[in-house]
């Protein structure tokens, strides 16, 4: 069965770096678009990134543009979420989601989920 596993949270002070990964199986990982999503406590899960199959495109939430970038490894089975310059707004629980077909930011389009990994940033 398909399986996303996301690591590489933890706790940072603002202004500093994370970088997220994500480990794919159960699928033919270059057929599939990737995409992370962020859920706050007491907030609906919000788009972050997402990146085409080939890793030549790549879409990014507003709030994230110029301090997050998106990456993919179509041989090792991975996406990448490089997070920089982060703010305590971005503290949430951080989810790998595979979308056969779709391409964007609406969660119903993704196919198969993570469980997440947790991003605090202190003050």
């Known amino acids: 069965q398909v399986q996303l596993a996301e690591s590489g949270g933890g706790l940072v002070q603002a202004g500093g770096s994370l970088r997220l990964s994500c480990a794919a199986s159960g699928l033919t990982f270059s057929n599939y678009i990737m995409g992370w999503f962020r859920q706050a406590p007491g907030k609906e899960r919000e788009f972050v990134a997402t990146?085409?199959?080939?890793?030549?495109?790549?879409l990014y939430a507003d709030s994230v543009k110029g301090r997050f970038t998106i990456s993919r490894d179509n041989v090792k089975n991975t996406v990448s979420l490089q997070m920089n310059s982060l703010k305590p707004e971005d503290t949430a629980v951080y989810y790998c989601a595979a979308s056969r077909t779709y391409y964007g930011s609406r969660r119903t389009g993704y196919d198969y989920w993570g469980q997440g990994t947790q991003v605090t940033v202190s003050s």
């Open positions: 990146i085409s199959r080939s890793g030549g495109s790549t």
